[in-house]
């Protein structure tokens, strides 16, 4: 079974500033695939950032990135310059080299910037 | 480019009605679908995904059901609601392989629940 764990359930920072939104996994699979996505307060579920388990560099799109340590079973989200539209819930999410596509949700953290 | 949508945004019905949520995907043929539900402040739990047409399986026993009549659509029924049905009710879709990244999901807007 796979299991993933975010212990912030909220977070606090100013608006510039960057922020790390820690996730930490569990899976017994070889192969895997790591996935963030954002929820803010209208409730769409985003897609923000992916890392593959044999990824060589942490992934990044644009303001994001993960930091990802294999050996650690972690794969944080960092998010740079921090803007007020980023203040919304932050979800990580596994998928484990299976026959279909299913993800396994952690809790998820509350981000909020402040001016 | 592919978009999702999901109807109704917004439901509130009695305890014991039907339920009927539908979502339909454009843009791409033959996705994988999925529906969730969100608890207030809570993850996501998957409550059934097809791959197919008429292709149902569930996650988690419960009085609800799943339907896909057509490649695109995707249908969450009830024949009667629950009060701990309330909640927040997701859309995804995907695609297959090769590659996880490939596989990422995308939701829909979702539909606010409430049984009272």
């Known amino acids: 079974a796979q299991k993933i764990t975010q212990t912030q359930p909220g977070m606090f920072v100013q608006e510039k500033e960057a922020v790390t939104l820690d996730c930490t996994y569990d899976t017994s699979d070889p192969s895997y695939g790591l996935f963030w996505y954002k929820q803010p307060s209208s409730g769409e579920m985003i897609f923000l950032i992916y890392?593959?388990?044999?990824?060589?560099q942490n992934a990044t799109e644009g303001r994001y990135s993960l930091n990802f340590q294999k050996a650690r079973k972690s794969a944080n989200l960092v998010i740079s310059a921090s803007q007020l539209g980023d203040s919304a819930m932050y979800f990580c999410?596994?998928?484990?080299?299976?026959?279909?596509?299913?993800?396994?949700f952690g809790k998820g953290t509350m981000l909020l910037v402040s001016p | 480019s592919q978009t999702i949508h999901q109807w109704p945004a917004t439901l509130v019905q009695p305890v014991g009605s039907p339920l009927s949520l539908e979502c339909t995907v454009e843009g791409t043929s033959n996705p994988n679908l999925y529906w969730y539900r969100q608890a207030a402040g809570r993850g996501l739990q998957l409550l059934f995904y097809s791959v197919g047409i008429g292709q149902i399986s569930s996650e988690v026993p419960q009085n609800l059901s799943a339907s896909r009549p057509q490649d695109r659509q995707f249908i969450l029924s009830s024949k009667k609601l629950l009060l701990s049905d309330s909640g927040f009710y997701l859309c995804?879709?995907?695609?297959?392989?090769?590659?996880?990244?490939?596989?990422?999901?995308?939701f829909g807007p979702g539909t606010r629940l409430l049984v009272l």
């Open positions: 999410a596994i998928k484990r080299n299976s026959g279909y596509s299913t993800l396994t």
């Open positions: 995804a879709w995907s695609v297959d392989g090769p590659t996880f990244r490939r596989e990422t999901q995308y």
């Open positions: 890392q593959g388990s044999y990824d060589q």
